[in-house]
Structure formats: C-alpha cells, structure tokens
C-alpha cells in the first residue's frame, strides 16, 4: 500500500493534475525551477497549505526537516527541550519524553554531545542535526525534507543523505525529497517529479534527466550532460 497518493491534485496556478503514488522505503526527489511549488507540493502533505482540486492522502506519521534557517543566537532553549517538544507533540498522556528517548534520538543522528547545548550557539551543520533528530523522533512513515542541504559543507551534506538513506531502507520510511540539484541524490534517487513551468513528469532519473523531456517541461531548448558522474542542466 501506498504510503503517499495524490489524485488529481492541484494547487492552482502552480501545477495540476497530479497522479501520484510514493511507496514505503522509496526515495522521492522533487526538482525544478524556483517559483513552480515545490515546497507548496509538501505544504499539501503537512496540511498547511490546502489544494485547490483532487486529494491528498498522507499517513499519520510524518516527519519533516524544513530549509536551512538560523536560529536567533539568543535563544534560551536548550537541544534536548527542542527535541523534547517534538517527540511529546500531540501526546497528552506523556507531554515530556524520557531523558533516554531524547538521548537516543540525537544518538541516532550523531548529536549526542549536543543535547544540553543552546540552540542559538550551534553551527548550521549541528542545528541541522537537530533538525533531523526532531524529524526521526516520531518514528515516521514518511520524511519530507524541504532544501534540507542548503548551506551545509560536502562532508555534511554527504552525512545528512547516508542518514536518510539508512533510514528509508531499515524502517522502510518513505523519503520526499526537494532539492534544486539532483546530484547530491542522484545514488539513493528511485524516482524523480520535476515540475516545471509548463508541466510536470515523473519517472526514474534516466527517465526523466533527459534533454528532450525537461526541454518540454520549459518550453525551451534544455541540455542535459553527463560530466565527471554528475548531471549538468544548461
């Protein structure tokens, strides 16, 4: 069973007509232009941004790490209170988590020795972390990440997909992945959607990576090449 379903989805005037099937333990990566919905396509799985047609059907478990934002040096919260808040979100019966379901989550995620840090003093790298041990710790059925490697060095970014790639194939948690370059994923990539401003495809990278096909989607000439194994688009 499909753990994501859009059915004639549409948010007007960015895309319509959106069939679409994410399967457990698939990872998904959803390119194009800035300005075409990318993010507004994970607004419709959050709930915070409503279609304008068809339907959208999402597990209960959802995690998301969101673009990479700074937080205010200032902040007067500590790590393991942040991602406290996000495992007991929702959960009335046990609203403060164990000290050990905390530390196992950072565990996971390579930020143990963080948890009694502020927030506000961590590097974009660390808060990143945090931000993937928020998203993990309920267990999701689904992650949608939104630009989640903005900002961050090629050692870290390599950590942060491994991650996600390790997660989607041991619990079998289906990965939504937004991004404007496809070569950081392009290894643990099953399927693409790119949108474009004139229409939308999905399929395999070869599928969809092609010069002829993302040359419809502009409306455009659009050249695809292969250059030291990674895709350039000119």
């Known amino acids: 069973m ?9 948010v007007e005037p960015l895309w319509s007509h959106l ?15 800035n300005g075409v919905g990318k993010s507004t396509l994970l607004g419709t799985v959050l709930g915070t941004r409503k279609l304008t047609a068809g339907r959208v059907d999402t ?3 959802i995690g998301y790490i969101p673009q990479q934002q ?3 040096p200032d902040l007067p919260v500590r790590v393991r209170d942040l991602v406290g808040l996000s495992i007991g979100h929702g ?10 379901v905390v530390n196992d989550a950072l565990a996971r995620v390579g930020a143990a020795g963080l948890a009694d840090r502020r927030v506000g003093t961590l590097s974009g790298g660390q ?11 309920g267990d999701p059925e689904l992650l949608l990440c939104d630009e989640p490697l903005l900002s961050l060095d090629l050692r870290t970014q390599r950590a942060a997909v491994d991650l996600l790639d390790r997660r989607r194939r041991e ?6 992945f937004v991004t404007h370059s496809i070569n950081p994923v392009l290894d643990v990539t099953d399927r693409i959607l790119y949108l474009g401003p004139n229409d939308h495809i999905t399929g395999t990278v070869g599928e969809v990576m092609r010069s002829d096909v993302l040359s419809a989607l502009y409306g455009t000439r659009v050249e695809v090449a292969e250059v030291n194994g990674k895709l350039v688009v000119v």
């Open 59 to 61: 597990p209960e478990r």
């Open 171 to 176: 619990h079998d948690t289906a990965v939504v």
């Open 2 to 10: 499909s753990v994501l379903t859009f059915t004639g989805a549409a």
């Open 70 to 72: 700074m937080a205010d």
């Open 127 to 137: 808060q990143q972390l945090v931000r993937q041990a928020q998203a993990l710790a």
């Open 91 to 100: 959960t009335w019966r046990n609203p403060r988590p164990s000290r050990f």
């Open 19 to 33: 069939d679409l099937a994410v399967e457990p333990g698939e990872f998904l990566t959803v390119l194009g232009p």
